[in-house]
């Protein structure tokens, strides 16, 4: 029940770059699987990546080969670098564990827009 706490969203423009983290009050790598979500307008939520305590990652096919999910050692986060952002990718991003999210439990979000 550690929080896990988002930012890094904002304002891009097609084809830009930016990075969201995920902080942990505990260390990140206590935590046995860590998932960045998003929610766009009109859509259900869904799971862009997610990244395991051995280091491995699962991508939605929406998302391969744009971005990528790292820990973060000296933040104690959980990273999503996203590249070549799209119209579609606007949304609400949020950093929650599979067995919160199963509990549908979220925290603030950090809204990321795409727009020129």
């Known amino acids: 029940q550690v929080p896990l706490v988002e930012s890094g969203g904002g304002l891009v423009q097609p084809g830009g770059s930016l990075r969201l983290s995920c902080a942990a009050s505990?260390?990140?790598?206590?935590?046995?699987?860590v998932g960045w979500y998003r929610q766009a307008p009109g859509k259900e939520r869904e799971r862009v990546a997610l990244?395991?305590?051995?280091?491995?990652?699962n991508y939605a096919d929406s998302v391969k080969g744009r971005f990528t999910i790292s820990r973060d050692g000296a933040k104690n986060t959980v990273d999503l670098q996203m590249s070549d952002l799209q119209r579609e990718d606007t949304a609400i991003y949020y950093c929650n564990t599979p067995r919160k999210a199963s509990r549908n439990v979220w925290g603030q979000g950090t809204q990321v827009t795409v727009s020129s």
């Open positions: 990244i395991f305590n051995d280091g491995g990652t």
């Open positions: 505990g260390s990140i790598f206590s935590i046995n699987a």
